[in-house]
């Protein structure tokens, strides 16, 4: 009987925190509104944008009444074909109706989409101003970095655009609203610059135009005043810039009432342009001046409240931003374990006794403009990795890749668990799926999740290397990628709080350059 009374109730519009279907339905069946009911006294209902699988989180008991505003029509692989005003427009009639309190979106997009309801109910979240300045990559630019070289993408006359000199590759191409590497190309010469053009010129113009129609109307409603572009037809939705070599790093930001704390560390490590490995704590000395100074110009725009992901390289001048994400990271994120998982983490994982730290609790009090009460830099140092799993192979995934011993390892808690991709889910290896490195040489099978010390890292990669060895049935049909530095601790309060400048800029500026 409690089970078929707390059960999540799906409707096209919800009695707000009752959990009983309301009559009235949204204009054109956009969002699909689900309602968690919760038996608190005085529950805030807070709205949760395109959660997807992540929805699984929000199932169970809480302080708050949640509301999932949902689209089966939504899919991150291919985000601009999304009607984003349409859903925006009736989120914005739903929360009004049903007096919603705060409203976040786990992933890029969706926090942009929750950035535009917040602005327009003078809701606590980050504006659209600031959100925009994050997910739109070519504009990011302009506002943080306007010192690094962009070239503007028309989809509708890129075919016909001269490539780049020779020496400017590699480079990357980067479309807006994306993540995960969706919309991002390494581009390493003439051939893949031209191959990547004529992609993108054969997409639906219609599409880009909607977003371009979309960006202008908010911006002319929200903020006029600061809109990047004076007609619609001049927004960029795709856009070149250099290729930063290197090790990429990241700060995890979490924006709390005027202060800014670090959450976790972290670094990226690559096999030449191949990012093969996520893992924390980050083998680096924290840039406060730089981390400052980045977080500082988005609070100005009106990020007042939760996280956001710096991801930066050192170079030999100093810092330099790669990119920054409206979201939280996806260091060690348990939800990754328990929704993409083929097995829960078994009993003799660390990660499973562990609280999860990019949680749902810090998401919601922070679209409250409450303070965040989880950090992972209050936890002990544990490292955690997102070992991707790569081959050079096509065929049948079982010709490539022992199943059973890979089901063995999750099983036997060596790693926390398996996260499939789409080539690997497919069962067959296509040479189209080949799309990673120079010459499009390997394929994304994955990634395995685990947990160890970043301080026994000669440890770790022992480990990954016996099964890597064993996982595959060829010793040249897959990319090895190993750790090679010990994590620093993270420490909470590093960064200044929003409201102050350091003491000595000039003398902590140049500090930095020598990282």
């Not at 110009?297 to 170079?315: R, V």
Request: charged residues 25%.
């Amino acid at each position: 009987a409690r089970e078929a009374d707390e059960r999540p109730v799906s409707a096209r519009a919800m009695g707000c925190g009752t959990g009983k279907p309301a009559a009235v339905s949204p204009l054109g069946g956009s969002p699909v509104c689900t309602v968690v009911p919760t038996k608190a006294a005085d529950a805030k209902p807070v709205a949760v944008v395109l959660p997807g699988g992540y929805a699984k989180q929000i199932m169970e008991d809480s302080p708050f009444t949640y509301h999932i505003l949902d689209d089966p029509n939504y899919n991150m692989g291919n985000v601009m074909s999304f009607d984003a005003d349409r859903f925006v427009e009736e989120a914005i009639k739903y929360c009004r109706t049903h007096g919603i309190k705060g409203v976040f979106g786990f992933d890029c997009f969706p926090s942009l989409l929750a950035s535009i309801i917040n602005t327009a109910l003078q809701l606590p979240g980050p504006s659209f101003l600031s959100v925009f300045h994050c997910v739109s990559k070519y504009y990011m630019r302009k506002a943080l970095t306007p010192e690094v070289k962009v070239g503007m993408i028309d989809p509708k006359t890129c075919a016909k655009q001269v490539p780049p000199n020779p020496e400017e590759f590699p480079l990357v191409v980067k479309e807006t609203d994306c993540q995960f590497y969706i919309g991002t190309w390494i581009v390493h010469s003439k051939d893949e610059w031209v191959t990547l053009m004529e992609k993108l010129s054969s997409r639906d113009q219609k599409l880009h135009d909607q977003r371009k129609q979309f960006y202008f109307k908010w911006f002319q409603q929200l903020h006029p005043q600061n809109a990047p572009e004076a007609r619609w037809e001049d927004f960029v939705l795709y856009h070149s810039e250099p290729y930063f070599a290197g090790r990429e790093h990241q700060i995890e930001i979490v924006v709390d009432n005027g202060k800014e704390l670090v959450a976790d560390t972290g670094d990226m490590i690559k096999v030449g342009d191949i990012l093969g490995m996520f893992v924390t704590p980050g083998s680096f000395e924290m840039p406060k001046v730089f981390a400052h100074d980045i977080t500082k110009k988005l609070y100005d725009m009106g990020y007042n409240n939760q996280a956001l992901d710096l991801e930066f390289i050192f170079t030999e001048s100093g810092p330099q931003l790669v990119e920054i994400n409206s979201r939280y990271s996806y260091m060690g994120f348990r939800s990754w374990y328990e929704v993409h998982g083929t097995h829960a983490p078994a009993a003799t994982s660390q990660l499973a006794s562990k609280p999860c730290l990019r949680n749902l609790e810090n998401r919601t009090r922070s679209c409250l403009g409450e303070p965040v009460p989880k950090f992972p830099s209050d936890s002990n140092v544990i490292s955690k990795l997102a070992v991707a799993v790569f081959t050079n192979k096509t065929g049948p995934v079982k010709d490539i890749v022992d199943l059973d011993y890979l089901e063995k390892v999750v099983q036997e808690g060596k790693a926390e668990c398996w996260v499939p991709k789409p080539a690997f889910k497919a069962g067959v290896i296509k040479e189209t799926d080949l799309s990673y490195g120079e010459g499009n040489v390997f394929c994304k099978l994955g990634f395995i999740m685990m947990t160890a010390k970043r301080t026994d890292f000669e440890a770790t990669n022992a480990a990954i290397r016996g099964m890597f060895k064993n996982i595959f049935r060829e010793a040249d049909s897959y990319l090895l990628v190993q750790d090679d530095e010990i994590g620093y601790e993270v420490d909470k309060n590093a960064l200044l709080s929003l409201d102050e400048a350091p003491a000595s800029r000039i003398e902590a500026a140049a500090a930095e350059c020598c990282c």
